[in-house]
């Protein structure tokens, strides 16, 4: 039964649970207490009862033993006599015995058959029969003297207690479920909300969030980090929708590109010369899906929690001034001139990746520049950071433009890129790797007169990294 995996049911059966135990010990705690205090008092009115009667008797020269003759019955005065006969509602009576049984005094109040009582010397003793409590004891002269009393209005009392006890005993326990599962309620609500809305993104709608009213309780903290995960989740499927999207169209004009030249080299019967150009066309456009596949596996590798972290030292001198030189001829094509200012730096990361953020960033800029212009790449020390940084001197990039730039795919100058073959992932590429050494990069730009990019990251491998 779904009754008995409900959270809230299970809280408010031990919560009535303990309510009940808590409420039935203290009633019947209070009960007995007042019980022995109703006995208690009776016994205390028998005792002197039972002291005026013995005193009575020794004053009035009561029998010592069997062998004197008894009188008929202790002679009380007027105002002893009304102890027992006189008090309404109380009905205290006596009986006296004689050792061999015989009964020789009793009060007008006291009912008929009652029972000589197993007298022993020593302190009074007491009984019960019914609605009666009697008080019974031995005198020295071997004389047994019972006083008593009916206490049914003591049990009367008793019951109106015990059902006004019960009553609200009742009354307390129906407040304490009540409030019990209002507070259950109240503080198993989030917990719902977290599964209403956690239903409803497995469902697809990844815009729902938690909503808070207790940003500070326990829940509320859960709450909060859930919808960062949330958020985060639905951005991380919306890149990878947009991802998706892009690398289509990416792919597409290669694929294009290889069915039009392979259908009409295929068409008809076609010169050597013709077949060749076909064949390199394909060739050309193979490249550039192999270079698009092995930006896009790079990317998902550093996209991969289980990817590694680059790890070793490298002289950053080095690779930057060997990325230098295998870019001069691209420079000398573009017709720019390509500077270094390199100091001697070890620092942590991979050869090869730094590799690629050096001549990613340095293309970037040489393809990017203008007829004439220069491109500088620095290396240098900054406290306890690596410090990459190239300038260039070309059409620099709009304000706007800046906080998209490292976005996959993303193109400052569309038309331009897509001519010349790149994908718009370099971006992207480098700045997962800086940010994959625990670092940093930023850039600085002013239409018409160039750009500066610069990464950092610290020469102490971070935990972790």
């Given at each position: ?21 808590a ?10 207490l007042?019980?022995a ?10 005792e ?11 004053s ?10 008894p009188?008929d019955?202790p ?8 102890l ?20 020789i ?24 029969r ?24 003591e ?6 207690t015990a059902?006004l ?12 479920l009540?409030g ?16 209403a809305?956690?239903?409803k ?5 990844l815009?729902q969030?938690?909503?808070m ?5 326990e829940?509320?903290r ?12 639905q ?15 990416e792919?597409?004009?290669p694929?294009?590109?290889v069915l ?31 270079g698009?596949?092995?930006?896009l596996?790079t990317?998902?590798?550093?996209d ?10 490298c ?14 001829p ?5 017709g720019?001139?390509?500077e ?6 070890h620092?942590p ?5 730094l ?5 990613n960033?340095a ?10 212009g ?12 690596a410090?990459?940084a ?12 800046i ?11 569309k ?51």
């Amino acid at each position: 039964m779904r009754f008995f995996h409900s959270v809230r049911w299970r809280l408010q059966l031990w919560h009535g649970l303990l309510l009940v135990l808590a409420l039935g010990g203290f009633g019947l705690t209070a009960w007995r207490l007042q019980c022995a205090n109703q006995l208690g008092r009776v016994d205390h009115e028998l005792e002197q009862r039972m002291g005026i009667i013995e005193g009575t008797m020794r004053s009035r020269n009561a029998p010592a033993s069997a062998d004197v003759p008894p009188p008929d019955k202790p002679r009380l005065s007027s105002r002893e006599q009304n102890l027992f006969d006189g008090t309404p509602g109380q009905s205290f009576y006596y009986i006296v015995w004689l050792r061999d049984g015989r009964q020789i005094a009793a009060s007008a109040s006291a009912p008929s058959g009652v029972p000589r009582p197993g007298c022993l010397p020593g302190p009074p003793a007491f009984r019960s029969r019914g609605t009666l409590r009697e008080c019974f004891h031995e005198t020295p002269a071997g004389v047994c003297v019972l006083v008593g009393r009916d206490i049914r209005e003591e049990h009367d009392a008793l019951r109106r207690t015990a059902w006004l006890m019960a009553g609200a005993g009742a009354a307390v326990l129906v407040l304490g479920l009540a409030g019990g599962w209002l507070i259950a309620a109240r503080a198993l609500r989030p917990i719902t909300e977290i599964s209403a809305t956690a239903e409803k993104i497995s469902n697809g709608d990844l815009a729902q969030r938690i909503r808070m009213t207790d940003s500070e309780s326990e829940l509320g903290r859960l709450s909060r980090d859930l919808n960062n995960t949330f958020a985060r989740l639905q951005a991380a499927f919306a890149r990878q929708a947009q991802f998706t999207a892009d690398a289509s169209h990416e792919l597409r004009t290669p694929i294009t590109v290889v069915l039009t030249q392979t259908q009409a080299a295929l068409a008809r019967e076609r010169p050597a010369a013709e077949y060749r150009e076909s064949l390199a066309a394909c060739q050309r456009a193979a490249e550039r899906m192999r270079g698009l596949m092995e930006s896009l596996l790079t990317l998902a590798r550093f996209d991969s929690a289980e990817a590694p972290a680059s790890a070793g030292h490298c002289d950053l001198s080095l690779v930057a001034t060997e990325s230098v030189e295998l870019l001069r001829p691209l420079a000398v094509e573009q017709g720019v001139r390509l500077e270094a200012d390199i100091m001697p730096v070890h620092c942590p990361g991979n050869a090869g990746e730094l590799s690629q953020v050096v001549t990613n960033m340095a293309s970037n800029a040489i393809h990017h520049n203008r007829p004439g212009g220069s491109v500088c790449v620095s290396v240098r020390l900054e406290a306890d950071f690596a410090v990459l940084a190239v300038s260039d001197t070309g059409q620099g990039i709009a304000p706007e433009e800046i906080p998209h730039i490292f976005e996959r795919f993303y193109r400052v100058d569309k038309a331009r890129s897509s001519a010349d073959g790149r994908s718009g992932l370099g971006l992207a590429i480098i700045k997962a790797i800086v940010e994959g050494l625990g670092g940093t990069i930023e850039v600085t730009s002013e239409l018409g007169k160039g750009s500066r990019f610069i990464a950092r990251w610290p020469l102490a491998t971070r935990p972790g990294k």
